[in-house]
């Protein structure tokens, strides 16, 4: 899915789009010229490999997301609070793109299967 920078209300548009078994919607809506903040929730199944036994599993995912596209190069400001900020240089924003990096954003943590994390807690 994808949304044009222009089309993009200050008070928001609704987006929604699916990845394998991850649904992401929410909402888009423009922050500066060329800023827009899209808030959501990723949730759904995703396939991941326990980081203790290296077994695979399906985790249920139900995550608050907050990213910020923005429209070309983004040069964080002096003392600016570091963004989680994807560019994009073709006048729209990629949702589905958007999706995928949250996603491998998500997979880069430390994930353990059912097993392992009842072990752990003991
Ligand atoms: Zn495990």
Redesign the pocket.
Known sequence: MQIEFKKIPANGIHFETSLSEIRFFGEALKTSKTMVKCTGTMEGNLPLV?D??A?SFMLMVNESVEVFASEGLYEDQEGEELLNVIEFFDGSIDIDTMLQSEIEAFKSDYH??G??EQLKGE
């Open positions: 326990c203790r036994c077994e353990y299967c097993q392992c």
